[in-house]
């Protein structure tokens, strides 16, 4: 059981959601947000336009954990290479690079987001206090989470971060460029993006994405620095105790709260005439002691 970065990611939204993820007797009313979907979506396309930015790559498309490992350590053995959805494992943490750079003993990660900023802005991310803004705190622990597992896993590299997205500032090359990434989805559901044979430097330059270098962020949330109030556990000691939870498949007791009303654990009516579980009932119970007449 590894703890990969969207699992991390719903234990910095509450550490009770790792119990509840993936597991099917558990409503999740997310799995049906079209909303989440069409983001996704979107999300696939600009991945799709990134390595068009960063060619010349080589894609790890199977989705077997050790394989894919094992393909990512015999890619990086190169002295220079560009490695699409790398592999990298330390521990029970395992994550997927949108992309991965290597240039002798430097590697660079791009994670690439369907977000836009403006590059000419110096600090994007932070306020005026110097703390990370709300609104991209998730994408930031993301990247925090996704150097972390390198830089334990390949210590003898240095590592750099960014994020790749949308540049406020810049227009689009060509007209119908995002017709030129198909989504497709094959046999069994899996979605992939298609690129038209037709794509041409005239749609690329200039290019309408931006590389940002997150380290510095990256290191507040390493510290602790990236919020208001100082943090009560370190990075590396939140990473160790979701780890070690989700391995064991125990519930981490986390209190309730008026946020666990948008939590996507719940259940709807069909749901429970389904048998499904309510994850917020469950919290709610443990911590409060209610009863399912309380939640009438």
Not at 39 to 68: M, N, R, S, W
Request: glycine content about 6%.
């Amino acid at each position: 059981r590894f703890l990969t970065k969207s699992r991390f990611q719903l234990a910095t939204e509450c550490p009770a959601k790792l119990f509840y993820t993936g597991k099917d007797d558990y409503a999740n009313q997310s799995m049906d947000d079209s909303f989440l979907e069409a983001l996704a979506e979107g999300g696939f396309q600009v991945a799709a336009l990134a390595k068009c930015y960063l060619p010349g790559g080589h894609e790890i498309g199977t989705l077997d954990y050790d394989q894919a490992l094992a393909q990512t350590n015999d890619l990086l053995k190169l002295e220079n290479v560009t490695i699409y959805e790398a592999a990298v494992s330390v521990e029970n943490l395992f994550i997927r690079a949108d992309i991965l750079v290597k240039r002798g003993n430097r590697l660079n990660l791009y994670e690439v987001k369907a977000k836009s900023v403006d590059p000419s802005d110096e600090h994007p991310f932070s306020t005026k206090s110097g703390t990370i803004k709300k609104g991209w705190k998730s994408y930031l622990y993301d990247a925090a989470f996704q150097k972390y597992v390198i830089s334990r896993a390949f210590p003898q590299y240095t590592v750099n971060a960014h994020l790749m997205m949308a540049d406020k500032s810049a227009r689009c090359p060509s007209e119908g460029l995002n017709q030129k990434f198909r989504l497709q989805k094959d046999g069994d559901g899996r979605k992939s993006v298609v690129v038209s044979a037709a794509l041409g430097d005239d749609d690329l330059k200039p290019p309408i994405l931006c590389k940002v270098n997150v380290d510095a962020e990256c290191e507040k949330i390493y510290t602790g620095t990236d919020g208001k109030e100082p943090q009560v556990n370190s990075f590396s000691e939140k990473i160790e105790m979701f780890s070690e939870h989700y391995a064991l498949d125990k519930k981490i007791q986390t209190p309730v709260s008026t946020v666990c009303k948008d939590c996507e654990f719940q259940t709807s009516e069909h749901d429970e005439s389904e048998g499904l579980k309510s994850g917020v009932k469950e919290c709610w119970k443990n911590d409060l002691n209610w009863n399912d007449e309380d939640f009438s």
